[in-house]
């Protein structure tokens, strides 16, 4: 279990154990039925190791990579971990803006390209972004070969599992993004938390169908040599296809975030009465907020349960839910706290709240990030006691479970009063014409805020059959939501606007748009 492996040093001591442990059992499989044990994983990676110190990579070697899922993309992380060089993941998706930042921030020595992949020459960018550098760095494309050596000319691995090794760029909206230092240690205990609370076996097999440069990328590939389970490597997401080959190779679990649940359950749809993925045991995820109706419609058409969790870039595992925690707590929270973690919910007047008391989340532990590259946003986002402020509010139960009611900046407050978004949206997921929806505030005369709805059709409706403004608000009433916090406004789309990673609703686009909209109509 993930206890015999959770006092490695560093990643790669982890990859060498877990090899030592099952040589022969498969740990990743991808959609051409490409398989790697463990064994076969960790000379992969020594191999590429020494074909990258050929080139110039040695210990705290600046490098950035922008690949999407293949085995190529994880055995060249875990070369770059063997030799210890910093490394800075960015998603597939970024362009130049977010590219050209993350080079010149990192003051990156060494950029990994896929090549041209999926119809973007990522090669053409990032020599381009390389070249307008003051010292630019080597590009390298890993897709069309790993570089190749010999181990035996490596040298001795790192073993100091506290140096910072990874830096991960949050989302800037309005500001450049934060540079977000972590260590082999924050990125294996926050694994081992998500290993110990999911209770994964040897013999399940579970997937990754979320990007792997994504924060999650390490903390689930972590679990998976903590636990020692095999994973299905999805390049690109293609429900339909990524469901047949999960089936095709009995995936146990299956996750990602809530709209990805969404997207299994309107895929079973399709088959009613013939389970999808008939080896499934659990699903998981993160990411956003899940309705409890959702937990709901899984267990019942899926079969299986929904361990929901919360985490994010500067801490990626804060709570998760177990396959051994009762329906209701899992439907209704995002889990304990994971093994390691301590938390607080610290209301408005600083003190500690009690059970039930909504405050904001704040969190000590070995996978708390290491700071931002920017030293101001670290002493801003760490209080007088050094727990890390979230920024997420919530309150603990008495059963140690926690409940996420929102966000500091997205609190609603609607003349004086503070609403949460999310009692509102559990309340009007549960309507079956709506698909999905955000609840935001809007700038108000005489309100301060006043609260608007943006619902997302459900699947297939037509626009004459949409929510009604008297629908929602009778829905509001009848579930007993008081007056005040009724949403004044309503709007009907398509779709919600979404990140490309966790499909994340981007609520500070609806809040742009919305509010540039005259209103009343």
């Known amino acids: 279990m993930a206890d015999s492996l959770d006092d490695a040093a560093t990643l790669w001591e982890l990859v060498e154990r877990r090899a030592d442990l099952t040589p022969d059992a498969v740990l990743l499989i991808d959609e051409a039925g490409r398989t790697l044990t463990c064994a076969q994983f960790r000379d992969g990676a020594e191999r590429a190791a020494a074909g990258f110190a050929a080139l110039g990579v040695g210990a705290a070697t600046r490098v950035t990579w922008q690949l999407p899922n293949r085995f190529e993309t994880i055995l060249a992380s875990f070369a770059l971990a063997r030799l210890g060089a910093v490394q800075n993941p960015i998603l597939h998706l970024y362009r130049h803006k977010e590219v050209g ?14 090549g041209e992949w999926n119809g973007v020459d990522y090669t053409a960018m990032l020599t381009e972004l390389a070249a307008a550098q ?3 760095p080597q590009v390298v494309d890993v897709f069309a070969a790993l570089p190749d050596g010999d181990p035996a000319d490596l040298p ?3 073993t100091d599992g506290h140096e910072v090794r990874w830096i991960y760029f949050t989302s800037g909206t309005t500001s450049d993004p934060k540079g977000v230092r972590h260590t082999d240690r924050t990125l294996i205990t ?9 209770d994964m076996q040897p013999d399940d097999v579970g997937s990754i169908a979320f990007p ?3 924060i999650a990328g390490p903390d689930y590939f972590g679990t998976m040599l903590l636990a020692g389970f095999g994973a299905v490597l999805i ?6 296809r990524a469901i047949a080959t999960f089936a095709a190779h009995g995936v146990t679990m299956v996750g990602g975030s809530t709209a990805f649940y969404q ?13 999808i993925l008939p080896d499934l045991r659990k699903v998981s995820g993160g990411g956003a907020p899940m309705p409890p109706e959702i937990f709901e419609e899984v267990k019942h058409e899926l079969g299986v349960k929904i361990c929901h969790g919360y985490g994010m870039t500067e801490c990626p595992m804060i709570c998760e839910g177990s396959p051994h925690d009762a329906d209701e707590q899992l439907a209704n929270t995002v889990g304990r706290p994971v093994a390691g973690l301590e ?11 009690d059970a039930g008391v909504d405050g904001e989340v704040r969190v000590k532990g070995p996978m708390v990030f290491e700071g931002y590259t920017d030293a101001a946003a670290t002493a801003a986002a760490f209080d007088d006691g050094g727990w890390f402020r979230t920024g997420d509010l919530g309150h603990l139960r008495p059963d140690g479970h926690l409940v996420l009611t929102g966000r500091l900046k997205d609190v609603i407050i609607r003349k004086g009063e503070n609403i949460s978004a999310k009692e509102i949206e559990d309340l009007l997921y549960a309507h079956p014409k709506v698909g999905d929806v955000a609840v935001i505030g809007l700038p108000d005369r005489d309100r301060g805020e006043r609260v608007c709805a943006v619902v997302e059709r459900a699947e297939g409706a037509k626009r004459a059959d949409d929510l009604t403004f008297d629908e929602m608000a009778q829905l509001l009433r009848d579930a007993g939501l008081m007056t005040q916090k009724v949403p004044e406004q309503l709007e009907i789309v398509d779709a919600l606007p979404r990140n490309e990673t966790l499909r994340k609703v981007l609520k500070y686009q609806l809040r742009d748009t919305y509010a540039a909209k005259p209103w009343p109509a």
């Open 101 to 114: 930042f993350a080079i010149r921030a990192t003051d990156a020595e060494l950029v990994l390209t896929p």
């Open 134 to 136: 003051r010292q630019p």
């Open 156 to 158: 001795p691995a790192p």
């Open 190 to 198: 926050g694994a081992n938390g998500l290993a110990v609370a999911l």
């Open 212 to 214: 792997y440069a994504h």
């Open 235 to 240: 390049e690109t997401f293609v429900p339909a």
């Open 263 to 275: 997207m299994y359950l309107a895929e079973q749809r399709k088959a009613p009465g013939t389970p």
């Open 343 to 353: 938390m607080r919910i610290v209301t408005d007047a600083g003190s500690v709240a």
